[in-house]
């Protein structure tokens, strides 16, 4: 009898132990929100932990490109924290909860709100190089950028010298003559922070600029970065975003025209952006990637930036669903953020494009320059419970025509 009773209990157990281990690994599994906010956290959190005591440019030692081209090397942080902030307010500016991932956020909005003022403080180790070289407009664009990314949450708690401290820093930035580029939309975006903070803005260089970018659309979503087109994904990092961050500023979410620029507005510059967005899901392959070209690929996913505006703003074309999207981008973050190659043992990026491949870097590209990649995490600023993160995932576009899966025929925009 004891043998038998010992036969069945090794029985039993046997019979128990799989579906005891699918349960430890289910738990073990995680979601696609949890999966973007650890990548975003391990991101941020180097930094923001340092600046927020004046660490930054103690800790972080700059890993510069083979052909930098001499500038003051110390661009490199205000590029780090401009780029990351930029991606990083939407998801701050969610309301605290006790889960995990609030305790995080958090946190992270704690440091955050300390490096702003580190960064303006000429008294600060990590006062940043505001003053010195024309670099600097464009990271400025991109802190600007997450002031009105991120308002309420990053703006509004400052105190008052440190608002006074950051008006002037962007003020004196009209000493720079932007290129004949997307550089353009840098000088606009600090003037329209400027004008919804209530200073002083210069109207002239917010509608000059606007006028400029609306002349270079070349038709289908695409835009030319100056007066000669250049296919890379300047379209994703600058062109798009800013053109309709500043419209929506400027002529108060399409309710005013720009004067002589009809088709200068906010509604053709979002139908333009959904278009492009189009493109760059289809651009998402069923593994994951995404083509390598041009300029500046060390900016990872900073690639998918307008699909994730999309997404966070609630402007997704029908033709994009949530599951679908999400799916998408995760596919991407998994592919590139799976390993720990793209991060140097001090937890801050490297150059390359997925691992340390310096020798693809352009002249103008240090670490700081990679937080760019943080600009796909836009739709972290969508609560838990929204669509995005809620709704079953679809295969994206790719994935259904290489799986031999119906999926819709692709059509160019025309206005």
């Given at each position: 009898m004891k043998i038998r009773k010992q036969v069945w209990l090794l029985v039993i157990v046997a019979l128990l132990l799989p579906l005891q281990i699918s349960t430890a690994k289910k738990k073990k599994e995680t979601n696609d929100r949890e999966l973007?906010?650890?990548?975003?956290?391990?991101?941020?959190?180097?930094?923001?932990?340092?600046?927020?005591?004046?660490?930054?440019?103690?800790?972080m030692q700059p890993e510069l490109s083979p052909t930098w081209d001499g500038r003051d090397t110390r661009v490199t942080y205000m590029e780090c924290f401009g780029r990351l902030m930029a991606g990083l307010a939407p998801w701050l500016s969610l309301p605290d909860d006790d889960t995990a991932e609030g305790r995080q956020r958090k946190q992270l909005r704690e440091w955050a709100l300390k490096s702003y003022a580190q960064?303006?403080?000429?008294?600060?180790?990590?006062?940043?190089?505001w003053r010195k070289e024309g670099q600097p407009l464009v990271d400025a664009a991109y802190v600007a950028e997450s002031f009105l990314r991120?308002?309420?949450?990053?703006?509004?708690?400052?105190?008052?010298?440190?608002?006074?401290?950051?008006?002037?820093?962007?003020?004196?930035?009209?000493?720079?003559?932007?290129?004949?580029?997307?550089?353009?939309?840098?000088?606009?975006?600090?003037?329209?922070?400027?004008?919804?903070?209530?200073?002083?803005?210069?109207?002239?260089?917010?509608?000059?600029?606007?006028?400029?970018?609306?002349?270079?659309y070349v038709g289908d979503g695409w835009y030319s970065d100056g007066p000669e087109f250049a296919f890379d994904y300047y379209n994703s990092f600058v062109l798009h975003p800013m053109y309709v961050e500043c419209l929506e500023v400027f002529t108060n979410g399409g309710k005013r025209n720009i004067r002589n620029a009809p088709k200068c507005n906010f509604q053709h510059a979002l139908k333009r952006m959904q278009r492009f967005g189009a493109i760059l899901e289809r651009f998402i392959s069923p593994e994951g990637t995404f083509p390598v070209f041009g300029r500046s690929i060390t900016y990872r996913t900073g690639t998918l930036q307008p699909l994730a505006l999309l997404a966070w703003r609630e402007w997704l074309p029908k033709e994009l669903p949530n599951g679908q999207v999400r799916a998408a981008m995760t596919a991407v973050i998994k592919r590139m953020f799976g390993d720990n190659r793209n991060f140097n043992d001090k937890g801050f990026l490297t150059l390359g494009f997925n691992g340390s491949q310096p020798h693809i870097s352009d002249w103008y590209?240090?670490?700081?320059?990679?937080?760019?990649?943080?600009?796909?995490?836009l739709p972290l600023g969508l609560p838990a419970t929204h669509p995005f993160w809620t709704d079953r995932p679809q295969s994206w576009t790719s994935k259904k025509a290489w799986e031999g899966e119906a999926f819709p025929k692709d059509h160019a925009y025309y206005e």
């Open positions: 973007w906010a650890g990548v975003l956290y391990r991101m941020a959190a180097p930094v923001l932990s340092s600046m927020s005591e004046g660490k930054l440019q103690e800790n960064a303006v403080d000429p008294q600060s180790k990590d006062y940043l190089l991120g308002y309420d949450a990053l703006w509004m708690p400052l105190d008052k010298l440190t608002k006074q401290r950051y008006i002037n820093e962007f003020i004196q930035l009209r000493r720079i003559d932007p290129p004949y580029t997307n550089w353009l939309l840098f000088s606009s975006t600090i003037e329209c922070f400027l004008r919804k903070a209530g200073a002083k803005s210069d109207t002239y260089r917010i509608a000059s600029s606007l006028r400029k970018i609306e002349e270079w590209t240090n670490n700081g320059s990679l937080y760019m990649a943080s600009l796909a995490f």
